[in-house]
């Protein structure tokens, strides 16, 4: 069994306590998420200060030991990966709102030569593109940010790509980034020092419950949807499902046992919008996010969107958007926010 992968068997408290140490590599990509980061990290140095000894050691790593960039603009020094892999259990690759073709091949070397080295392998954020691209999610389960996620299922539709805070499937580790890292991290921590430890650390950044591989993502929409009632909550869902082969209204209400004008009424006394100018919204946010986060063409983002011409579809992006679908790319994902999304973004 893998020294230090999830599938590993759970070691009681005097093993968990004693000489065993467990290092990980974070592996970070320019403009990585420093909030995915440092959740990553810092429930490891806390276990460290609880249990008076460094039982997880962590190294930042670049591709060359140069300083990399966080999203913020803040340096981060680094290590060469090469160097810092000696004597790794864990390799998490970290990336920031989208992963740039630079250097992907050298990643994509370095994520196969963990895997030969027999070190488990994970990724924070849009990370996981490149567990994806190194085909090194064949078979597994995997998430991402739900932001990036319409982007990723084009990309790679054969990939069971879940909508969790994070995966892990023996030893490959996913995470949707944010504080979703510090969630695995802790589920790491719980497996190998027991939940009691888990908890204290969680407390020691008032993180009041400590969320499992059973949690989805909110992607702020859900959470508003949460306590609206039942009817609308399901033709939304219908919604979300059908964005490319579109549903009409009338069908909705039909599977939501509701005529139209009911429909209409809810949508308008709970969403102060029709059914037909939400589901709009809904295609033009997916586009939105195919945009910034695929290279493909803004033809295919139209038609993956349920739009039949793309004259159609800049009118309501840029009714909804403030911008034309081209200008997304132009400013690199920096849209003109004059109108405000259905979802908020990192």
């Not at 609206?228 to 549903?247: C, F, N, Y």
Request: charged share 25%; net charge positive.
């Amino acid at each position: 069994m893998l020294k230090g992968s999830p599938g590993a068997r759970s070691l009681d408290r005097d093993e968990a306590l004693g000489p065993s140490r467990h290092t990980v590599v974070f592996l970070l990509v320019e403009g990585v998420s420093m909030m995915s980061l440092a959740s990553g990290v810092e429930p490891l140095r806390s276990l460290n200060r609880l249990i008076g000894r460094d039982a997880w050691r962590w190294r930042l790593a670049s591709l060359d030991g140069a300083p990399v960039e966080a999203s913020n603009g803040i340096p981060l020094a680094t290590v060469p990966v090469d160097e810092a892999l000696a004597g790794a259990d864990f390799l998490f690759v970290c990336g920031g709102l989208r992963i740039q073709s630079v250097d992907e091949r050298r990643y994509l070397n370095v994520l196969r030569q963990a895997v030969r080295a027999k070190i488990a392998v994970g990724s924070l954020s849009t990370g996981t593109y490149l567990l994806a691209r190194a085909g090194l999610l064949d078979g597994y389960r995997c998430t991402i940010h739900w932001e990036n996620r319409p982007a990723f299922q084009e990309e790679f539709p054969e990939l069971t790509c879940t909508d969790k805070l994070f995966e892990i499937d023996r030893d490959r580790l996913t995470c949707s980034g944010g504080v979703a890292a510090m969630d695995m991290m802790l589920h790491l921590i719980a497996e190998r020092h027991g939940a009691d430890l888990a908890r204290r650390v969680a407390n020691q950044f008032h993180h009041e419950r400590i969320r499992d591989e059973r949690d989805n993502q909110s992607g702020g929409r859900l959470e508003r949807l949460a306590n609206l009632p039942r009817p609308v909550r399901s033709a939304v869902h219908l919604m979300q499902g059908a964005i490319e082969d579109t549903l009409s209204i009338a069908a909705i209400a039909e599977r939501v046992g509701m005529s139209p004008r009911q429909l209409e009424r809810l949508f308008l006394r709970y969403l102060d919008v029709t059914p037909a100018r939400y589901y709009l919204a809904l295609r033009v946010d997916r586009a939105r996010e195919l945009l910034l986060y695929s290279d493909c063409p803004i033809l295919e983002v139209a038609i993956a969107t349920g739009f039949t011409s793309t004259s159609h579809f800049a009118y309501w992006f840029k009714r909804l958007h403030g911008v034309r679908p081209s200008g997304v790319r132009v400013r690199g994902g920096r849209e003109d926010p004059a109108r405000p999304t259905l979802e908020a973004g990192r």
